[in-house]
C-alpha cells in the first residue's frame, strides 16, 4: 500500500520548537520531491516547505523562513521538518506530500499523508 504517514505533532508553547517527519511506505520516496503543506481553520491550504528528490534544493514560505528546517534521509524513507520558534500562527494540520518540486510546493503532488496536528498556545 502506497502510504505517507506524519507524525510528531502536537500542543506546544509559542517559542517553542517541534520535529514532524514524514515516512514513506510502498514505493519509493528517493524519486519525488516532498512538500510539507499546512491548512489552518477557515484558512486556505499553504505550502510550507519543501526539499527536492536529491536533497539539493529547498524552498521555504516567507512566513517560515528563518525558523523553519526542511531535511531528508532517503535510506530512511524519511522527511522531516524542524520547527523553531514557533508561533501562534503556525497552529494548522501539516500534511507532507511527494510529487514533482513545484513552486508552491503543493501543485502536482502524487501522494498525501493524513497529516499532523500543531497547535501553538500558551
Known amino acids: 500500500q502506497l502510504q505517507l504517514v506524519e507524525s510528531g505533532g502536537g500542543l506546544v508553547q509559542p517559542g517553542g520548537s517541534l520535529r514532524l517527519s514524514c515516512a514513506a511506505s510502498g514505493f519509493t520516496l528517493d524519486f519525488y520531491a516532498v512538500g510539507w503543506v499546512r491548512q489552518a481553520p477557515g484558512k486556505q491550504r499553504e505550502g510550507v516547505s519543501c526539499?527536492?528528490?536529491?536533497?539539493?534544493?529547498?524552498k521555504y514560505a516567507e512566513s517560515v523562513k528563518g525558523r523553519f528546517t526542511i531535511s531528508r534521509d532517503n535510506p530512511k524513507k524519511m522527511v522531516h521538518l524542524q520547527m523553531n520558534s514557533l508561533k501562534p500562527e503556525d497552529t494548522a494540520v501539516y500534511y507532507c506530500?511527494?510529487?514533482?518540486?513545484?513552486?508552491?510546493?503543493?501543485?502536482?503532488?502524487?501522494?498525501w499523508g493524513k497529516g499532523t496536528l500543531v497547535t501553538v498556545s500558551s
Open positions: 506530500a511527494a510529487g514533482p518540486y513545484s513552486g508552491n510546493c503543493q501543485d502536482g503532488m502524487s501522494y
Open positions: 526539499i527536492s528528490s536529491s536533497g539539493g534544493s529547498t
